[in-house]
Nanobody
Framework: QVQLVESGGGSVEAGGSLRLSCAAS????????MGWYRQAPGKEREGVSF??????TSYADSVKGRFTISQENANTLTLQMNSLKTEDTAVYYC????????????WGQGTQVTVSS
């Protein structure tokens, strides 16, 4: 059973940093693309950053140069967020898109990030 559990959200002032973690279980990273999405109030969920099984990464233009995605170990995905802006306020979700034998797209429960001015 694939499970994703986020942690590390919280409140911070603009310009500050937060580090999100996603504890993953029930699958192997080699079969999945991992990523972070976020959803701000009244807005659609959007992709923030992704890391593929080959280690390649991608970022939304709005976070390039400020956020860093990494696979800390076999079970933990992280998102280091620096120079946070008020517009980064959102619920952040860990996600995994997996091929056989774990075919499917999986979501964590989300963690709130609030950036104040």
């Amino acid at each position: 059973q694939v499970q994703l559990v986020e942690s590390g959200g919280g409140s911070v002032e603009a310009g500050g940093s937060l580090r999100l973690s996603c504890a993953a279980s029930g699958f192997t990273y080699s079969s999945c693309t991992m990523g972070w999405y976020r959803q701000a109030p009244g807005k659609e969920r959007e992709g923030v950053s992704f890391i593929r099984s080959d280690g390649s990464t991608s970022y939304a233009d709005s976070v390039k140069g400020r956020f860093t995605i990494s696979q800390e170990n076999a079970n933990t995905l992280t998102l280091q967020m620096n120079s946070l802006k008020t517009e980064d306020t959102a619920v952040y979700y860990c996600a995994a898109g997996c091929t056989s034998p774990w075919d499917g797209f999986y979501w964590g429960q989300g963690t709130q990030v609030t950036v104040s001015s």
